[in-house]
C-alpha cells in the first residue's frame, strides 16, 4: 500500500475536485511538511497555476509566486519517490536537456497503469504529457509520439473522472471546435462543462461562460450575465476577467458606467503579476487621459507603476 496515500491525503483531493481551493492547500501545506510526496505534487501543481488556483487563498501573494517554485515541489516530489511529481519533473528536464529517455518511460508507464486505474490526476498528467509530446523537439518522439487521438480521449476522461481543469478544457474544445481532435463546434455542450466545472469554483470556466453571453455564442447576448460570470471569476483572482470587469463599467456593459469601479478592476488586475496585468496599467493611464483630461506627462501612471514591479 502506498503510504502516501493517507486518508487526510484523500481527504485533501476531495476538497480539490469539490473546488475548495483554500482548504485543499492548507491540507497539502500541513502533508507537504509530514513528508508526504503526492501531497509535493499538488503544491507543485497549485503554484504552477497561481491565478486559476489561488484566487483569494488567505496569505498567499500571487505576485511572488513563479515556476522555481513550483519546480522545486515537484523536484521535492519526485526525490521521494511520487509518480506524478517525477513526471512533470522530468518533462521539464527533457526540455532543459537534464536527462535520459529511459527516466521518462519508467515515469510515464507508472502514471499511465495509474490512470488506467482510475486516478483523476494521473489521467490528467497522460493528457498533458500527449499534448506537450510535440513540443519536446523529439527528446521522447522514439517512445511516445503525437496522437491526437489519444490526447483527447484522455481529456474527455479526465473531465468525466471530475478534474474540473479537464471540464475547462474540453469545454474549449467545443467552444468553436477543435479540428486535431476532430471536434465540431457545440456551443451547448461547451456551456455544460464550463458549468460543471464553475460549479467546483473553476475562475476560467466562469470567465468562459462570460465570453459566451458577451458574444452571444451558443445563448442569447446578455452583458448583465456576462458581467455576472466576469464578476464571479474575478473575484478568484483571474486577470482577464478584472480586466473585463474594467472594461464593462468603462463602457456601460450589463453595469451602469463607472470609471471609478474600471479604475479599480484595472489596477487589482496590474497587481496580479501576470502578464496581462500591465494591460490594466495601459487602460488606467487611458482613463486618466481621456475621462480627467490628464497628460502622461503629468501623471506618467504607466512608466512609475512599472518602475514599481
Known amino acids: 500500500m502506498d503510504k502516501n496515500n493517507t486518508p487526510k491525503l484523500q481527504e485533501a483531493m476531495r476538497a480539490y475536485l469539490k473546488g475548495s481551493y483554500e482548504t485543499a492547500f492548507n491540507m497539502f501545506c500541513e502533508l507537504a511538511w509530514g513528508n508526504n510526496s503526492r501531497a509535493m505534487y499538488f503544491l507543485g501543481m497549485f503554484f504552477d497555476n497561481p491565478n486559476s488556483l489561488f484566487g483569494k487563498i488567505e496569505g498567499v501573494n500571487v505576485v511572488k509566486l513563479s515556476r522555481e517554485v513550483s519546480g522545486a515541489w515537484y523536484k521535492l516530489g519526485a526525490s521521494r519517490g511520487d509518480p506524478l511529481a517525477t513526471l512533470v519533473y522530468i518533462r521539464n528536464e527533457i526540455i532543459e536537456k537534464k536527462t535520459s529517455i529511459h527516466k521518462f518511460n519508467d515515469c510515464f508507464e507508472a502514471v499511465k497503469t495509474m490512470a488506467i486505474e482510475g486516478d483523476v490526476f494521473a489521467i490528467m498528467e497522460m493528457y498533458y504529457t500527449y499534448r506537450d509530446a510535440s513540443n519536446y523537439e523529439n527528446k521522447y518522439a522514439n517512445y511516445l509520439k503525437k496522437d491526437n487521438k489519444e490526447e483527447f480521449k484522455w481529456l474527455r476522461e479526465a473531465a468525466e473522472s471530475g478534474s474540473p481543469e479537464g471540464m475547462v478544457k474540453l469545454g474549449t474544445c467545443y467552444d468553436g471546435g477543435y479540428y486535431a481532435y476532430g471536434v465540431v463546434s457545440d456551443y451547448k455542450e461547451a456551456i ?118
Do not use: C
Not at 241 to 268: C, P, R, T
Not at 277 to 303: S, W
Open 192 to 309: 455544460r462543462w464550463y458549468q460543471k466545472a464553475a460549479e467546483l469554483n473553476n475562475s476560467r470556466a466562469m470567465y468562459n461562460l462570460g465570453i459566451l453571453y458577451s458574444n452571444g455564442r451558443g445563448v442569447q447576448q446578455d452583458h448583465s450575465e456576462a458581467f455576472k460570470w466576469y464578476m464571479k471569476s474575478a473575484e478568484l483572482g483571474d486577470v482577464e476577467a478584472m480586466l473585463k470587469l474594467g472594461a464593462a463599467y468603462e463602457n456601460d456593459l450589463g453595469v451602469v458606467k463607472s470609471y471609478g469601479e474600471a479604475f479599480k478592476w484595472y489596477m487589482k488586475a496590474s497587481g496580479t503579476g501576470h502578464g496581462r496585468g500591465v494591460e490594466g496599467l495601459a487602460k488606467v493611464e487611458r482613463l486618466l487621459v481621456n475621462h480627467l483630461n490628464a497628460t502622461p506627462q503629468i501623471f506618467n501612471l504607466l512608466g512609475f507603476l512599472k518602475n514599481m514591479k
